[in-house]
């Protein structure tokens, strides 16, 4: 069964702008991570945070995570062109470790 | 280089043919997956192997079955092909969380296969 929900489904924003995305999930996770897919190719790994972390920066990325409300939000800060992709969040449940399970994905448009 | 390969690319079948997609790891890791994407870019997994032992099973139909000879290729069979089968099929690999990494998953670019 879908364990995360991607919101918005399609978000397009003018270059320099930032773009936040939502994730939400049903069950405790172990942690929650995030790829992106550009069009035509696989998946690619952002970021990864853990279940006891709330926040974790990576270069123009900033990843939150509230394990009360069970929802997590990916920023990316001064948007560019090359960053319009799907971008998905993936959880690791508890117990199951080598299961990664995927939302539907938010599709990002980033304007030049 | 490339990390996670999967061949063929592209692959267009008619209905009632058997199919096969292979994958192949040059990371060293010890778990590799095939997911399932869908017309609407909804991932599912499908199978999980861990050091050529199947872990997981998504109840997928017994028309697909994987092989892995060893721990560095996962191939996956699929006999009597629908239209529903059509989709993009994706290899990837981890390693175990806990070991190097925690459970990042590294993909190949897909197999479009299209069943007419």
């Known amino acids: 069964s879908q364990q995360g929900e991607e919101d918005p489904q399609a978000l397009s924003i003018q270059e320099g702008e930032n773009a936040t995305m939502n994730c939400s999930y049903k069950t405790s996770i172990n942690n929650l991570q995030w790829y992106r897919q550009n069009s035509g190719r696989g998946l690619v790994h952002l970021i990864l945070?853990?279940?006891?972390?709330r926040e974790k920066h990576s270069g123009r990325l900033r990843v939150t995570l509230d394990t009360s409300k069970k929802s997590s939000s990916l920023l990316i800060t001064a948007s560019r062109a090359a960053d319009t992709a799907s971008y998905f969040c993936a959880t690791v449940i508890g117990g199951s470790n080598y299961k990664l399970t995927f939302g539907k994905g938010t599709l990002l448009t980033v304007n030049p | 280089d490339t990390a996670v390969s999967q061949t063929p690319k592209y692959l267009v079948t008619q209905m009632g043919n058997d199919k096969s997609i292979k994958c192949e790891q040059n990371?060293?890791?010890?778990?590799m997956y095939w997911y399932k994407q869908d017309s609407k870019k909804f991932l599912k997994i499908m199978f999980s192997y861990n050091n050529k032992e199947l872990i997981i099973n998504e109840t997928v139909p017994n028309r697909f079955s994987p092989k892995s000879p060893d721990k560095a290729h996962l191939n996956l069979h699929i006999n009597s092909l629908e239209l529903g089968d059509s989709a993009v099929y994706f290899c990837?690999?981890?390693?175990?969380?806990?070991?190097?990494?925690?459970?990042?998953?590294?993909f190949g670019e897909g197999s479009r296969l299209t069943v007419l």
């Open positions: 990837a690999s981890s390693q175990p969380p806990g070991t190097k990494g925690e459970g990042e998953l590294f």
């Open positions: 945070i853990r279940s006891n972390e």
């Open positions: 990371l060293g890791h010890d778990t």
